[in-house]
Each structure stands twice: as C-alpha cells, then as structure tokens.
C-alpha cells in the first residue's frame, strides 16, 4: 500500500502589488499636500454691510512708493513699530481692544504690507485691510 505524498503548496505574497499601491498613495499625497497652503495671516477683512464701523483707533497707509503714514502723518520704517506702540500707550487701551486700519494703494509692495501685519502680530493688536468696494456690475 503505497500512500501518496501530498504535494504542499506553500503561498506565496508577492510584495510588487502592494509595493506599487504604498507607492502611488505616497505620490498622491505628496502632489496633493503642494496645493494645500495655510492661511499664514489672520486677517479680518471689512464687510460691505448697511452698518457703519466704529472708527478704528490707529490707521497706517502705505503708498506706492513705500512710504508709511500713521495717522496720514509720515513716518520711516524703521520708527514705525515705535510709533505704533507709543500711539496705543497715549490711547490708554489694552493693545487687544485696539484696532489698526491698514490702507495700502494697490500697487503698493506686499512686503510692506507684511511688515506691517508682523509689527501688529508682535503688538498683538487687531489688523483690518482696507479695500475698495467693487463697483456694481449691474448699475
């Protein structure tokens, strides 16, 4: 009585497939993290509603050139974050319950705007762009 021996198959687990898959998720990923950008800058930016806004207490322009006006009086770059902390001490207000007005023309530098926002950033106070009301398309 001969008995037969069975032949084992042994699995096996090609790891090409998963491999492949680990790869195009990795690169997916990848692609898709370039296109998500956090928002750096907390900006509040002015509705257009009915209401009218408190005047803010400090206003800083910026003009095409690079001039910086606190107050429509002007003022250097390098004196401004001083003058801003000198102007929220003479206000008497608590630097979080003060707001900044930012009024920059449009061809003004995005630098110069940044810096401004990173000087209220290091004062902690409150920053409102302020913009121009688009015209209305149908009038």
Request: proline share 6%.
């Amino acid at each position: 009585m001969a008995l037969k021996r069975r032949v084992r198959v042994e699995p096996e687990f090609s790891l090409a497939a998963m491999i492949d898959v680990i790869f195009l998720l990795l690169m997916f990923f990848m692609l898709t993290s370039k296109f998500v950008t956090p928002n750096a800058l907390n900006l509040q930016l002015p509705s257009s509603s009915a209401t009218t806004m408190a005047s803010p207490s400090l206003a800083v322009s910026i003009d095409r050139n690079g001039r910086f006006y606190l107050d429509a009086k002007a003022i250097p770059e390098a004196n401004l974050e001083n003058a801003l902390k000198a102007q929220i001490r003479a206000s008497g207000k608590e630097p979080k319950n003060t707001t900044i007005t930012l009024v920059a023309e449009k061809t003004a530098a995005v630098e110069h705007v940044v810096y401004v926002l990173d000087i209220a950033n290091r004062l902690q106070v409150k920053t409102i762009l302020a913009t121009d009301q688009k015209p209305d398309p149908k009038k």
